[in-house]
Structures are given as structure tokens and as C-alpha cells.
């Protein structure tokens, strides 16, 4: 089975164990314990802009197959 990695960005996730707990409980509940253990939760700085880079280039017309992030 595949990796999905979902960025995460704020304060919410960073700094409140609790509520990190509460969406690491909530993904096993809602996808089961074998495809979530295979959901990566990565937190990331500027995420707007990560996003509309990605956003952009889903919608490319050149057809990007693989997009990475450095």
C-alpha cells in the first residue's frame, strides 16, 4: 500500500499534544489501523504557498507526474 503524507500547519497541531492525539485516534477510526498507519501527518511552514505551488501544478497543462518538494 501506498504512503499519503498530509501536511499540517498551526499552532493547534504543533503545540496541544492532546489534539494531535485526538486526530491520530480519529484517522484509525475513519480508515481503519491498516490504511492509516500508512497516512504520514508531516508538519510544514507556508503552507498557502506550498499549496497554490501544488495547486498549480495539478492543473498544468504539461502533464507533471511527480511533484517534489525540497
Do not use: C, P, W
Amino acid at each position: 500500500m501506498r504512503r499519503t503524507v498530509v501536511a499540517i500547519e498551526g499552532g493547534l497541531y504543533t503545540r496541544y499534544m492532546m489534539f494531535r492525539e485526538y486526530l491520530h485516534e480519529a484517522l484509525n477510526e475513519i480508515l481503519g489501523e491498516d490504511v492509516a498507519q500508512h497516512v504520514i501527518l508531516k508538519v510544514t511552514e507556508d503552507g498557502s504557498g506550498i499549496g497554490g505551488a501544488l495547486l498549480a501544478a495539478a492543473n498544468s497543462s504539461s502533464g507533471v507526474d511527480n511533484v517534489q518538494l525540497l
